[in-house]
């Protein structure tokens, strides 16, 4: 397997994306770490290999230091950190705080900042990576979620400048997922009718699954990406219709 024997933290873990990213680096052969701040519901696992957990806030450096370096001392190395935390909650602009934004901002952006810093040195001494999770919201205007999606696009100029800093030493490269099928899906696309409307709208017929982007950070942080670094991989099915096709039909027909 392309990771055997390798070790990665994901971030955010527990469920939806990061658990599908940590299924496939355990698939990978990896020994796999997932943190969150509180534990998931079952652990994380597949075909019999399970991820450890442990309980961190990220936004904290001083757990995120020791999260690394219990996670050496463990297993002696670090080879990849993917930091795919984050998230935010439906709000528009106006209809929030600075505080409340900040912490969208806080989470996405200065957490991954904070545990990439705290991976740094053991990263270094495996000649490893990082692999950050950004979003297509990050690519283009993001209404209800702005500050989430400045934040990742942020997230995106912050690998690439890290990638020339920590050549060559460690990699760093950017998964870019577009809309993703997880438990939590119904909360952005409604029911099951509204998400197979919305999958209808991607090129390639669907929403990516977790595993989709497992794939993607497991390609990034192989050494099949050898000669990859400061790199963004679009992971979106194509990405999404333009708008004005659609106009321009609707109006031919009438």
């Given at each position: 397997m392309e990771l055997n024997g390798r070790v990665a933290v994901v971030t955010g873990g527990t469920r939806g994306v990061g658990a599908g990213i940590a299924r496939?680096?355990?698939a990978a052969g990896a020994h796999v770490v997932v943190c969150a701040r509180r534990p998931p519901p079952e652990p994380v696992g597949t075909a019999g290999r399970y991820a450890a957990f442990h309980a961190v806030?990220?936004?904290e450096p001083d757990a995120a230091g020791r999260l690394f370096a219990d996670v050496v001392a463990t297993h002696g190395r670090l080879d990849t950190l993917v930091n795919n935390a984050g998230g935010t909650p439906?709000?528009?602009?106006a209809d929030g705080t600075t505080e409340q934004h900040?912490?969208?901002v806080g989470l996405n952006l200065l957490a991954p900042l904070t545990a990439s810093l705290a991976a740094y040195e053991h990263l270094r001494a495996a000649r490893g990576s990082v692999v950050m999770i950004g979003s297509v919201s990050g690519t283009r205007p993001s209404p209800g979620t702005t500050a989430y999606g400045a934040a990742k696009a942020g997230l995106a100029h912050l690998a690439r400048s890290m990638a020339v800093?920590?050549?060559?030493e460690v990699r760093v490269n950017?998964?870019?997922p577009g809309m993703v099928r997880t438990e939590l899906a119904h909360l952005h696309y409604g029911d099951d009718t509204g998400v197979a409307a919305v999958a209808r709208t991607v090129p390639l017929g669907r929403l990516a699954e977790p595993s989709d982007v497992g794939d993607a950070a497991v390609f990034l942080a192989s050494a099949r990406a050898a000669y990859i670094t400061g790199a963004s991989l679009l992971v979106h099915g194509g990405g999404e219709r333009p708008a004005f096709l659609d106009a321009a039909n609707a109006h031919q027909e009438v």
């Open positions: 496939a680096f355990l806030d990220l936004r439906y709000r528009p602009l900040a912490r969208v800093e920590w050549a060559p950017t998964v870019v």
